[in-house]
Structure formats: structure tokens, C-alpha cells
């Protein structure tokens, strides 16, 4: 029976303690000696990031014990920080930053060998960064990006490191084979060891505006000679380069408008272009190391073609090209997939989302025909024993923003056996994502199914500048930023009111980074919203531009249409902290203490503003946390505050008597 109840009062039974819980992260996955690696990040452990294995007919195994934590933090964001060969595991150890390795091959949930360190003791911990590294095929080098923090200097390089713990601190261990250039990725060495391949860019370019792919000769000492190009520049962005059994390297270029798959021979000095998208691409920002979306498939030690992960307007399709040049599509349930292995039975290792269930680790059969359901599931985030009917299916939208199309997901209410009472509309949370250049997905969040469940609509806004949808949508943000984000925000929200989806009376915002400025951006400028959360969120871009990290120290410089302080206006002109006299609404503001990418101070400085004109508001400052929330209680917290917070804003009580927290002012 179908019971009415307003909307946001819904007792639902997706809990915050299982957003937290059911969202033990998994990470990137590779494949090895016929075993799936993959990582796990898990809030029950203050978010310490663990790798694990499974060998056939065997029970997943941790390789690393506590309080050993698979992070590094090169340009801030990390990623990555583990990679494996025959016979190791090779991480870096998140509280110094040294390369380790442990031994993979006989470890078991009852022998855990202890890793040993690759690198030298640093002077002081963190300031000799390691990460995105490859082993060679004889097993005694590693390359690897390194990030040196001297004074206040940060140089950023590529290494070779003899892969040996003897003498681990003398001068040879580690050498600089590549420096010069502001930021280097993907170093890869060529399966006989003469050749390595890496990408590089330099300031202000970020890694999707212009980059180069790199090829040098590598010399037994290993010293590199006869650096040159093989492609790219400042307005043409590489990813993904990797190298072939038969010494080819495929890469991905946006050079056509959208990122295809290519293939260069050092032998002929001849590039080829594989694919042909112009709707659809075969990337993505590289905001993280160890961004990977395509790999070769091989059966036994024949290659049969490349797997790809296929971006078609913010969903991700695999797909195959084979020897001959076709293209065939895949069939899996998941729309979000986030990182691919392959192995040698012509098999891909996924690490995907579905739109109806959790996280997955799975082996996905590429051969045979395209159709096939041959998906073998490795890992599941955390069983979901919540009843499908709690579940909203993300519906995609696109609507006029301005003289343009903008996108979205849309997801409704969804509550078994509930809906709301009549002649009411439910309550809507807009949500804008951070980057600001990356894009929201349609694989299963509960941290988007936390508010539909509750009789809360949500709409997940791929605004002007999100990827996903070519280099053109991609760039509308150059120069926009707090323009066009804000726009397509709004639009999106009154397409939906107008179209009767949601009260136009009752709708919040929320954003984290970036996001978060969109969101006091709209807060300032519209007044379609009745509140609005920013999750440390960027408030002041003249101390942004002079306090922030070097990989994104000139990203304003795209953003904003020029460097600070030339342009110095336009920073000020969009920062939300000179305009808080235009805020009229409640704000929440949730901000970790240890951010070095959006420092606190900028989240107080929002605040303050607030307090002076008397509106009410709640800040809260979460202890140990740095960019993004990883403690489980921490991350329960936020969502219960935002809860209270919303129901204050949009005139509903919500189950289970959530209290308001005591930083709250003015309610």
C-alpha cells in the first residue's frame, strides 16, 4: 500500500553511517602473475588506503598492514601510488612519502611481509614525493615522477631508482634522468628497456589544456639521450600513453575536438590515428596520477586489439578495437567505470559502478561477441541489503542555458511504498562538482540516494566547462569561471521547476572546491535558492592564486582569462568574499583543517562576512581532514548537519530528531 508523507521526511534506510560504510572507495586495479590488485580506501581506518590481492580460488589478501597507507601526494591530489610487477608490490607510504615494495607472492592473511623502502630518508618527511611509476622488464629499475619541496621551491622530475633495499640512502639509488619541464606523468619504459615515454607541460598549461608526449633513449646507466616530441603542445592535450608488446605506444590526443586513441612508431616515426569519435572520447582529466582508459588485450602472448573506456555524454561504455580495426561494444551494467587491467586471457579487471548497486572490482570476457554477459565480480564496495525500490535512476536532461544546451542527471524522489502528499512538490538539492574540469556520473552514489530516499529530488549538474562532452563544452569555462557554472546551475534548476518537477520555492545548492564557489556564486547573484552548503570551497581567488599548490598555481590564469595580478579586477570581481553583502540567504559552510588545496582561512573568511550582516549560518571545521572528508565520523557528521540544515531552509522535519549542531548561528 502506498502511504503519502511529505516530502524530506521520509524515514529512510539508507542511513549516514551507510553512505560511509557502503562507501569503502576502491581504487585503480591492475593485473599480475594471474592475480587482481586493486585498492581500497576504507573510512573505518581513517580513510588509509590498503592494496589487495586475489589469485584464482582464493580469498582476498591485504599486502600491507597498518599503519602503512597507499597515498602519496604529488600535486596535492596524488594518485598513482602503488603499481606491481612479478613478484612486488611497489607503494608510497603516505606519512613520509618513500617508495616501498613488499613481496606479493606468498603473502596470505596470516603472512604479511614487511615492505621494505626504495627510497632515501628525506630531510624533513613529505618533502621528496614519489608516484606513477613502472618497473623495467628485468626487474633492476624503477622510473617514476619524484616532486622535490625545497624552502619554497617545489621541482618536479623523473627518476630512476635501483630496485634493491641495499644502500638504500647512497648517492646512486636514485637519479634524475628528466627535469626542466614544471610537470612530467606517465613515465613508461618499453618492454626491452631502450626506449621511455612520458608526458610533460609547463605553466600555465593544465594536463586537458596542452601537454607533450615525450620519447627518449634510455642508456644502461640509466641516462636518457635523443629527448624529443612525438606530439602535442600547449592547445592539444595527451593522456594515457602506454606501450605495446610490438614497441608501438598508443595515446589518447583531443587534437580532433574529442580524445581518440592513436598509435606512434618509434621505428617509422608515424603516428595513426585508431579511432574516429566526434561524439564521444577516450578520456578524461588527468587531475590524478595513474589515469588510465585504455589497455592492450592479449591471449597468451598474442595481442587481439585494445580495451577502451568510451565517455559518451558523462557515461562510460567499454569497448573493443580489434586487430582489424573495428569497434565493438561491450554490454555491462555500469555507466561509471573508473580504472581498467587487463590480463592475458583476453580479459579486462574493472573498477566500475553500476546505477543500481555499489562499487564493483570485476573480469569482464572481451572476447567472443559483443553481447557477452560474461562479467565475473572480484569485489563488491559493501553488500547493499537496502531494497531496490529506495533506489532514484538517474535521468539525463539537457535544457537551455542561455543560447546553449547544459546537462544533468536528474534524480527523483524514490521511496518504497511512499510518496508525497497531494498537490505537493518535492524539494530539490542542486549539486555542482569540483574540478571545476571533471563531471558527474551515473553510477550508484548513496550519497546522492541519502537525499532522494528522504522525498528530496536531487539534480547532479554537468555545467558548461565539465568533461565528458568534447573539448569545446569542455573550454566553455576558459575564462567563465563563476560565469557559466553559475548559469547552468540555475538553469537547471528552474527547468525542472518549470517543468513541474520540483517547488521552485523550495531549492538549496551544495558544492564542494570549486563547486563551492559556484554555489556562493549562485547564492550572490540568483535568488532562485533558499540556502546553500559549500564544502570547502574556494571564496577569495587573489589568496587562491598566492596560496595554493603548484599544480594548480596557474589554473586561474584559464579560469579567469589571465594571470594575477594583472588581472587582477576579474579576481576580484568573481570572488565571493567581496561580494558577501550580496548574500541573502543561510549558508553552511564544512571545511577540513588540514586542506592545502582550498586553505581554511578561506572558508572563515566567507563566514565571518556572513556573521557581520546577520545571516544565519554554521561553520564547521573538521579536524584531521584535508581535501574531501575520509573519516567515517566525520563524513556521518557533515551529512546530519546538512540534513538539519536543509530542513530548516525548505520547512521540513526530518526523521529521527536530528538536533542542530552547535556551531549553528542565527536558526
Request: aromatic content about 8%; glycine content about 10%; proline content about 5%.
Amino acid at each position: 500500500m502506498i502511504a503519502t508523507q511529505p516530502f524530506g521526511t521520509w524515514d529512510s534506510p539508507i542511513s549516514a553511517q551507510m553512505v560511509t560504510t557502503a562507501g569503502v572507495r576502491l581504487g585503480n586495479v591492475a593485473y599480475a602473475q594471474g592475480a587482481a590488485f586493486w585498492a581500497e580506501a576504507r573510512p573505518s581506518e581513517d580513510g588509509r588506503v590498503i592494496i589487495v590481492k586475489r589469485a584464482p580460488g582464493q580469498q582476498p589478501v591485504d599486502l600491507i598492514g597498518a599503519p602503512f597507507h597507499a597515498r602519496n601526494c604529488v600535486h596535492e591530489y596524488g594518485g598513482g601510488s602503488w603499481w606491481v610487477d612479478s613478484h612486488y608490490l611497489y607503494f608510497v607510504h603516505w606519512d613520509d612519502q618513500r617508495l616501498y615494495r613488499v613481496s606479493h607472492i606468498t603473502a596470505s592473511a596470516a603472512n604479511h611481509h614487511k615492505p621494505e623502502p626504495l627510497t632515501p630518508v628525506p630531510g624533513k618527511p613529505q618533502t621528496l614525493r614519489y608516484a606513477d611509476g613502472c618497473v623495467s622488464a628485468d626487474g633492476a629499475t624503477i622510473v617514476c615522477v619524484r616532486e622535490r619541496h625545497e624552502a619554497e621551491e617545489v621541482h618536479n622530475e623523473l627518476v630512476a631508482i635501483s630496485n634493491t633495499v641495499d644502500n638504500v640512502d647512497a648517492e646512486t639509488q636514485v637519479k634524475v634522468i628528466v627535469s626542466g619541464s614544471d610537470f612530467y606523468s606517465t613515465p613508461r619504459l618499453c618492454s626491452d628497456g631502450l626506449y621511455i615515454s612520458w608526458i610533460q607541460w609547463s605553466h600555465p598549461q593544465m594536463p586537458w589544456d596542452g601537454t607533450q608526449l615525450m620519447l627518449a633513449d634510455l642508456q644502461s646507466d640509466r641516462s636518457t639521450k635523443n629527448i624529443r616530441v612525438i606530439t602535442g603542445g600547449t592547445s592539444t592535450a595527451i593522456m594515457g600513453a602506454m606501450w605495446t608488446r610490438d614497441k608501438q605506444v598508443i595515446f589518447a590526443s583531443d587534437e580532433s575536438g574529442w580524445w581518440n586513441v592513436y598509435r606512434y612508431s618509434p621505428a617509422s616515426n608515424d603516428i595513426k590515428r585508431l579511432t574516429m569519435f566526434d561524439d564521444r572520447e577516450v578520456g578524461t582529466p588527468a587531475w590524478v596520477f595513474g589515469t588510465q582508459r585504455f589497455v592492450e588485450l592479449c591471449v597468451g602472448e598474442s595481442a587481439s586489439g585494445l580495451a577502451m573506456l568510451v565517455t559518451h555524454e558523462a557515461r562510460d561504455q567499454l569497448q573493443v578495437l580489434n586487430q582489424s580495426g573495428d569497434i565493438s561494444v561491450i554490454n555491462t551494467p555500469f555507466s561509471a567505470i573508473g580504472s581498467i587491467a587487463a590480463d592475458e586471457q583476453g580479459r579486462v579487471l574493472l573498477q566500475a559502478e553500476p546505477e543500481d548497486a555499489g562499487a564493483c572490482i570485476v573480469l569482464v570476457d572481451c572476447q567472443g561477441t559483443a553481447t557477452t554477459d560474461q562479467i565475473i565480480e572480484i569485489k563488491q564496495s559493501e553488500p547493499l541489503t537496502v531494497n531496490p525500490a529506495w533506489f532514484s535512476a538517474p535521468m539525463a536532461i539537457s535544457f537551455s542555458s542561455g543560447d546553449r544546451q547544459a546537462h544533468a542527471f536528474f534524480y527523483p524522489p524514490a521511496g518504497h511504498e511512499l510518496e508525497g502528499e497531494k498537490n505537493e512538490l518535492p524539494p530539490l538539492v542542486v549539486m555542482g562538482h569540483g574540478g571545476p574540469t571533471s563531471h558527474a556520473t551515473a553510477g550508484l552514489k548513496l550519497s546522492i540516494q541519502y537525499w532522494t530516499s528522504r522525498g528530496v529530488a536531487v539534480v547532479d549538474v554537468n555545467y558548461g566547462g565539465s568533461s565528458g562532452f568534447g573539448r569545446d563544452y569542455r573550454r566553455l569555462l576558459n575564462g567563465e569561471w563563476g560565469v557559466v557554472d553559475v548559469q547552468d546551475c540555475v538553469a537547471a534548476a528552474q527547468y525542472l521547476a518549470d517543468s513541474g518537477y520540483v517547488d521552485a520555492k523550495r531549492m538549496v545548492i551544495r558544492g564542494g572546491s570549486a563547486g563551492g564557489l559556484t554555489v556562493l556564486r549562485v547564492l550572490q547573484t540568483s535568488e532562485t535558492f533558499a540556502g546553500g552548503t559549500s564544502l570547502y570551497g574556494v571564496t577569495d581567488l587573489e589568496m587562491l592564486a598566492g596560496d595554493t599548490h603548484k599544480f594548480e598555481s596557474r589554473y586561474l590564469d584559464g579560469l579567469l582569462g589571465g594571470s594575477y595580478p594583472e588581472h587582477k579586477a576579474i579576481y576580484v570581481q568573481r570572488s565571493p568574499i567581496h561580494h558577501a553583502d550580496q548574500l541573502s540567504c543561510p549558508i553552511l559552510v564544512l571545511q577540513g583543517d588540514e586542506d592545502k588545496v582550498v586553505p581554511p582561512n578561506q572558508s572563515a573568511a566567507i563566514v565571518d562576512a556572513a556573521a557581520k550582516k546577520g545571516l544565519p549560518h554554521a561553520y564547521v571545521l573538521f579536524a584531521g581532514e584535508q581535501h574531501g572528508f575520509r573519516k567515517t565520523e566525520n563524513i556521518i557528521r557533515a551529512l546530519q548537519i546538512e540534513l538539519w540544515f536543509y530542513g530548516r531552509v525548505l520547512a521540513f522535519e526530518p526523521a529521527n530528531n536530528i538536533s542542530a549542531p552547535s556551531e549553528a548561528i542565527g536558526f
